[in-house]
Nanobody, 122 residues
């Protein structure tokens, strides 16, 4: 059993910053891919930023230069530093993990947090 718990969402003014954090709990030895997706009302869930366990990152074009994803593999934690926030960044942000090792077994599965709401508005 893997659980992802997000924190850090809230309301911020345009141009402001927020830091989201996510911790994966369970008897996890390692996580292959970990990061963040988001879903705005009426839109499909989209990738925001992810990072592999060896440090390779992938960002949505819309957030490049503004968001930074970071991992602490020892803590099974991933953060998303969001700067220069725009109203269009408003969405529910979901922590995502793919591919976990538990008890020396690899689970080729995707895991999702419950989401945390980020609202960028004046």
């Amino acid at each position: 059993q893997v659980q992802l718990v997000e924190s850090g969402g809230g309301v911020v003014q345009p141009g402001g910053s927020l830091r989201l954090s996510c911790v994966a709990s369970g008897s996890i030895a390692s996580i292959n891919v970990m990061g963040w997706y988001r879903q705005a009302p009426g839109k499909e869930r989209e990738l925001v930023a992810v990072e592999t366990r060896v440090g390779t990152t992938n960002y949505a074009d819309s957030v490049k230069g503004r968001f930074t994803v970071s991992r602490d593999n020892a803590k099974n934690m991933v953060t998303l530093q969001m700067n220069s926030l725009k109203p269009e960044d408003t969405a529910v942000y979901y922590c995502h993990a793919f591919g976990v090792v538990i008890a020396d077994a690899f689970y080729n599965s995707a895991y999702w947090g419950k989401g945390t709401l980020v609202t960028v508005s004046s």
